[in-house]
């Protein structure tokens, strides 16, 4: 985005704020993602293809938990990894909300392709809370398994198609909330009887429930935000569409008019 439409987003959001729309001395939550924009064209400037083999752009979002109005966006090119900017991105989204009116406790929440230790430390640095995250990585996947058995607690509002516990250990001095999942046993049900994991770092106090529950209520609106979202077409499917749109003779002889038949004489139509 341009530096004036960046402006314009921030003083709309200062006076609307102002209006009595913003979080005063109240909580705020921001979500922060990322989106491809698809765009048609070979000479866009900075569109390039990512992860989902798109054409387009690759802009950072942050959202207000809630009320989903837009706070802060960084454009970036089609090819940009996930958390390039992240630590920019985040200096000027803190200092927005501060400028818009924002003085209480703030809660930034990501999934793992944010998973930046100088994002953690600018944000600790802010006084601002963080959950985000973590990949399953090599040391990380060491610090899982040496987990207790009996430090695995079951989660009581987990959906009944499986089941779920949550943990949590350390992770370079941060703490680290780990949630297993396993499907129950179903006939051609992927990952059934095995467990997986999905870790997040945060510096949050508050006892693990209250933590765990509050992230988990992110990823389920990031899986429903995914399913709502067009999906890149399968394999053949493009070729498919272009012959279903072609337009041939047998098409244009059924989509025309039946010829008008001429009427026949009778006899007292006869001169």
Same mark, same amino acid.
């Given at each position: 985005?341009?530096?004036?439409?960046?402006?314009?987003?921030?003083?709309?959001?200062?006076?609307?704020?102002?209006?009595?729309?913003?979080?005063?001395?109240?909580?705020?939550?921001?979500?922060?993602?990322?989106?491809?924009?698809?765009?048609?064209?070979?000479? *866009?400037?900075?569109?390039?293809?990512?992860?989902?083999? *798109?054409?387009?752009?690759?802009?950072?979002?942050?959202?207000?938990?809630?009320?989903?109005?837009?706070?802060?966006?960084?454009?970036?090119?089609?090819?940009?990894?996930?958390?390039?900017?992240?630590?920019?991105?985040?200096?000027?989204?803190?200092?927005?909300?501060?400028?818009?009116?924002?003085?209480?406790?703030?809660?930034?929440?990501?999934?793992?392709?944010?998973?930046?230790?100088?994002?953690?430390?600018?944000?600790? *640095?802010?006084?601002?809370?963080?959950?985000?995250?973590?990949?399953?990585? *090599?040391?990380?996947?060491?610090?899982?398994?040496?987990?207790?058995?009996?430090?695995?607690?079951?989660?009581?509002?987990?959906? /009944?198609?499986? /089941?779920?516990?949550?943990?949590?250990?350390?992770?370079?001095?941060?703490?680290?909330?780990?949630?297993?999942?396993?499907?129950?046993?179903?006939?051609?049900?992927?990952?059934?009887?095995?467990?997986?994991?999905?870790?997040?770092?945060?510096?949050? &106090?508050?006892?693990?429930?209250?933590?765990?529950? /509050?992230?988990?209520?992110?990823?389920?609106?990031?899986?429903?935000?995914?399913?709502?979202? &067009?999906?890149?077409?399968?394999?053949? /499917?493009?070729?498919?569409?272009?012959?279903?749109?072609?337009?041939?003779?047998? &098409?244009?002889?059924?989509?025309?008019?039946?010829?008008?038949?001429?009427?026949?004489?009778?006899?007292?139509?006869?001169?």
């Amino acid at each position: 985005m341009s530096v004036s439409s960046t402006g314009c987003l921030a003083e709309t959001l200062k006076r609307a704020w102002a209006a009595g729309a913003g979080p005063g001395d109240g909580r705020l939550i921001v979500d922060v993602d990322s989106f491809v924009g698809e765009v048609c064209g070979y000479d *866009k400037q900075g569109a390039g293809f990512g992860y989902t083999h *798109k054409r387009g752009y690759h802009p950072l979002l942050a959202t207000r938990s809630g009320s989903g109005e837009v706070l802060h966006v960084r454009f970036r090119k089609g090819s940009a990894n996930t958390q390039r900017g992240m630590p920019r991105f985040c200096d000027e989204l803190i200092a927005r909300v501060r400028r818009a009116g924002a003085t209480g406790p703030c809660l930034l929440r990501a999934d793992s392709g944010f998973w930046n230790t100088k994002v953690f430390d600018r944000l600790a *640095k802010a006084g601002w809370q963080f959950s985000v995250g973590v990949r399953m990585t *090599k040391p990380v996947a060491t610090l899982v398994a040496g987990i207790p058995e009996d430090a695995w607690q079951a989660l009581t509002d987990y959906p /009944e198609t499986g /089941e779920a516990q949550i943990a949590e250990t350390i992770l370079s001095d941060r703490r680290l909330v780990v949630r297993r999942v396993r499907l129950l046993a179903a006939d051609g049900e992927l990952f059934a009887g095995e467990w997986r994991h999905f870790p997040f770092a945060t510096n949050r &106090t508050e006892p693990i429930e209250t933590v765990e529950a /509050e992230h988990r209520r992110w990823r389920a609106w990031r899986r429903s935000a995914a399913r709502r979202s &067009t999906a890149p077409p399968r394999r053949g /499917e493009r070729r498919r569409r272009r012959r279903g749109s072609r337009v041939t003779r047998s &098409t244009l002889r059924s989509s025309r008019l039946p010829r008008p038949t001429r009427p026949t004489a009778t006899a007292w139509s006869r001169p």
